[in-house]
């Protein structure tokens, strides 16, 4: 594979030597200018299909939803009129607005925890070097694959208060059998352990990676100087997967603030809205209440709040970096 | 032509051997050679946890065979009275739905990881080599775009799929998915690492920026744009809020919105739901299977760029 690689290109540069001198002589001197303006266009042309697109469906839309938060535009295409800020000031006396938001912050906080430590000792686990390698990654992988539709499916069935095997486990050893997911006390808690078990997989990966680009004289060098396997995961792993850590609690923590397939499909954030996410209140409110600009406001309270804790979380980051540098 | 053109090819071994190893199954684990009390405590956890991991996926295999009524008899046991059967497989089957959403998602998961890949390439190339007026600025709004969560925008994008004609579309489900700023990012930083040497050679030879993108460049970059398209094509496949919201004809839903659809008509059939799900995850686990090395070695070079 790497020898092929190497060789490849030389040869084609070989190759294309032949074909070069008729082209040179007509648009050679763009060429060799680099910054002039052949390349100006030749950029372009390059970042055109991309930007584009990005145009088309992310700038775009990103300027029309702020426009649409300060009208009042149904579905139907009525009430199109500026409103001004009415919209979000609806939207903050909204109750409704502030208990989806305290759900989705509770469920990043309770959900990012175990998909980092669990990920984490995982990570550890599997990279002692045990036989049987790709049956550990398989296993705690495969879940990432699923669709959430499926997830979800499995997860009922599981969940289910008098044909789930988890409550026939807990019937058999004599402890209470709640109701899960319609059990507002537990229903937050199932769905956190659906989407640890769901997407754990992928934090386990980024782990393993990271583990395996430790340097081995690390721990050759802490073994000579007689440092047992503790205290080389004390001493060395941990301090090394320091910005890993970092970076996957940001991922995670992001991730996990804009949850909804599984909510949804498995409470429909139910019982009592206990768990309904605010995500899916911006879906709602826009496509069951059929309330454009009204849902765009609560948008961009949202959007606002992922930049603020997204600016929040790489400055405490790259403090940690700094700091661990001097 | 040829010392130079190996000489920094050489130097490109770093970042792919490196990356080999992600995928890699062992070799470089530390302490492999002890296998004290640790390990065998070790081996213990690690078994309770994939069984853990594995069970819900056999709890639903085992549901999938049973009858309909051996699915809903009290109390639920791994081995049915009435024994394993495949009614539940037939009965889903017979509906007719799943290989219609199963092409539908195989269809736009590919044109999406396609345009992506293909779009995310030009425009990494055009930031890493090139030179030209505004780049800075496409630049920084192309990485601050990253911070923007999709699901922020799914009214103006449905609003827009409306005036575009697009609702219950295949180009309405697959445009708005087919910009990935992250991976612009990713594939901008591997360009960044590939000597210039490598192609200043060429041009001094006469061969075009296109050319040497697509002769020297690309085939250099094999490894990433398959990490690149494995994570859009995952993501794609499992993409359910932005399908769910554009389409509504069911000879157009996805493979995910389709299982939704089918959850709610069917919501006491338990076995075929089952059956349903396991249909739905056995394709992209096929996939897996064949391909776990690459697929493991694309998530853990693009993982950090992406989601």
Known sequence: MTTTTVTNPAATADRSQATAGDRAGSRGPARKRPGGHGENRIGWGFAAPFTILFALFLVWPLLHGLYLSFTGQSLTGQGGELVGVANYAEAFADAAMWRSMLNTFWFTLLSTVPLVVVALVLALLVNTGLPGQWLWRLSFFLPYLLASTVVSLFWIQLYSPTLGPINTVLATVGLPQPAWLQDPDTAMIAVVVTTVWWTVGFNFLLYLAALQNIPDQQYEAASLDGAGRWRSLWSITVPQLGPTTGLIVILQVLASLKVFDQIYQMTNGGPAGTTRSTVQYIFESGFTGYRFGYSSAISYIFFAVIVVISIAQFSISARNRKGAQR | ??????????????????????????????????????????????????????????????????????????????????????????????????????????????????????????????????????????????????????????VPLFYQMLAFDMVDTYWGIILPQAIAPAMVFVLKKF?????????????????????????????????????????????????????????????????????????????????????????????????????????????????????
């Open chain 2, 1 to 154: 032509m040829t010392a130079p053109a190996v000489a920094p090819g050489s130097g490109l071994r770093a970042p792919t051997a490196e990356k080999g190893r992600g995928g890699g199954s062992h070799g470089h684990a530390p302490g492999k050679q002890r296998f004290g009390v640790m390990g065998v405590v070790s081996i213990g956890i690690l078994v309770v946890l994939a069984v853990l991991w594995l069970l819900p996926f056999l709890w639903s295999l085992a549901t999938s065979f049973k009858s309909e009524a051996d699915a809903a008899a009290t109390p639920q046991t791994w081995l049915p009275d009435g024994g394993f059967t495949l009614q539940a497989y037939r009965a889903i089957l017979d509906q007719g739905n799943i290989p219609t959403w199963l092409f539908n998602s195989l269809f736009t998961s590919i044109v999406i990881t396609l345009i992506v890949v293909a779009t995310s390439a030009l425009v990494a190339y055009a930031f890493s080599r090139l030179d030209f007026r505004g780049k800075k600025w496409l630049w920084v709004a192309t990485i601050a775009s990253i911070i923007i969560p999709p699901q922020v925008l799914i």
């Open chain 2, 191 to 307: 360009f960044d690492q590939v000597p210039i040497e490598l192609e200043d050679a060429a041009r001094v030879d006469g061969a075009g920026r296109i050319r040497v993108f697509f002769t020297i460049l690309l085939p250099l970059s094999r490894p990433i744009l398959g990490a690149v398209s494995i994570f859009v094509f995952i993501g794609a496949w499992n993409n359910f809020l932005w399908p769910f919201i554009v389409t509504n004809d069911a000879s157009l839903l996805t493979l995910p919105v389709g299982l939704q659809t089918i959850k709610s008509a069917y919501g006491i059939q338990y076995a075929q739901n089952m059956a349903a799900a396991i249909l739905a995850a056995l394709p992209l686990i096929l996939v897996f299977l064949f391909f776990q090395r690459q697929i493991i070695k694309g998530i853990s070079t693009t993982g950090f760029g992406g989601q």
